[in-house]
């Protein structure tokens, strides 16, 4: 009996020690670049410290939820860059767009209740070059 709590013991050591392995990949992004430490955080960003505040409303982007408004969305991501950088606001309500993308500097932050909508058309997403 005890040669038998033995062998379920070692087994049962064995498997976590080839299981924990698998542990240690998990600091590495699947390309093999080590993730840094910030990527890992989960605490609340303080938006009052990246600058600028462009709210969609505010800078003529309308709150409803039918009309495709990407090209305007995409202009406040641009002015945000020109400007040096700050935060994208998208305030309560619905918002359809297709693909946007964010400058060096800029962030996005959706307000409770906000909600960023992808176009169901896959016409209204250009085929475009990128590094992803």
Same mark, same amino acid.
């Given at each position: 009996?005890k040669?038998?709590? @033995?062998?379920?013991? !070692?087994?049962? +050591? !064995?498997?976590?020690?080839l299981?924990?392995?698998?542990?240690?990949?998990?600091?590495?992004?699947?390309?093999?670049?080590?993730?840094?430490?910030?990527?890992?955080?989960?605490?609340?960003?303080?938006i009052? $410290? !990246?600058?600028? $505040?462009?709210?969609? @409303?505010?800078?003529?982007?309308?709150?409803? *939820? &039918?009309?495709?408004? @990407?090209?305007? /969305?995409?202009? /406040?991501?641009? +002015?945000?860059?020109?400007?040096?950088?700050? %935060?994208?606001? %998208?305030?309560?309500? &619905?918002?359809?767009? *297709?693909? %946007?993308?964010?400058?060096?500097? @800029?962030?996005?932050? !959706?307000?409770?209740?906000?909600?960023?909508?992808?176009?169901?058309? /896959?016409?209204?997403?250009?085929?475009?070059?990128?590094?992803?």
């Amino acid at each position: 009996m005890k040669y038998r709590n @033995t062998s379920n013991f !070692l087994w049962s +050591l !064995l498997i976590l020690v080839l299981s924990s392995s698998g542990f240690k990949s998990q600091d590495k992004f699947p390309d093999g670049t080590t993730i840094p430490k910030w990527f890992k955080e989960n605490k609340p960003t303080d938006i009052n $410290k !990246l600058g600028k $505040k462009y709210i969609l @409303t505010e800078n003529g982007v309308k709150n409803d *939820s &039918t009309v495709l408004q @990407t090209k305007q /969305i995409q202009a /406040i991501i641009d +002015l945000a860059a020109k400007n040096g950088g700050g %935060v994208i606001i %998208v305030p309560k309500g &619905t918002f359809l767009m *297709s693909s %946007v993308f964010f400058k060096q500097g @800029t962030h996005l932050h !959706l307000e409770n209740g906000a909600k960023l909508k992808g176009s169901d058309d /896959i016409n209204d997403f250009p085929v475009v070059t990128t590094r992803m």
